[in-house]
């Protein structure tokens, strides 16, 4: 999910076959990785791009333009340079927080499947003793 994050900050469009063969080359979750590229999406989109003009902005200790508009693109045209600069950092930033939340929501339901299936069994060793 982490490799797939990564990915979905950086402004490719081929995302999600970026983090299949990623995931592939470092032997890990596919699919994870695959659907961890749609947190890029229509709707966020544009507050990932502002994210990263940001970050870039702080980093190459440039003033923001301050646009009347949320319009990404005409963010970009303008001062490109930050948003490059901002890409890598803010996809990092993001898969190291994905990455232990991914864990955390397995093993909560993985441990949630695990109870079900324990009181599923319970009647049978009843019967059994």
């Known amino acids: 999910m982490a490799i797939g994050a990564f990915f979905a900050l950086l402004p490719l469009p081929i995302q ?24 890029s999406n229509p709707f966020t989109f ?3 791009v502002y994210a990263q003009y940001r970050i870039g902005c702080l980093l190459t200790a440039r003033e923001a333009i301050g646009f009347r508009s949320h319009d ?15 890409i890598v950092p803010t996809a990092l930033l993001l898969a190291f927080i994905v990455y232990p939340l991914t864990l955390l929501i397995w093993d909560f339901s993985a441990k ?3 109870k ?13 003793r």
């Open 72 to 86: 990404a693109l005409a963010m970009l045209t303008h001062a490109p340079m930050p948003f490059f600069v901002g």
């Open 46 to 48: 544009p507050l990932c």
């Open 112 to 114: 949630g499947i695990q």
């Open 116 to 128: 079900r299936h324990i009181k599923k069994l319970a009647p049978i060793d009843d019967i059994l």
């Open 16 to 39: 999600m076959i970026a983090a299949g063969l990623m995931a592939y080359i470092t032997r890990v979750n596919i699919p994870a990785a695959i659907a961890g590229t749609w947190i």
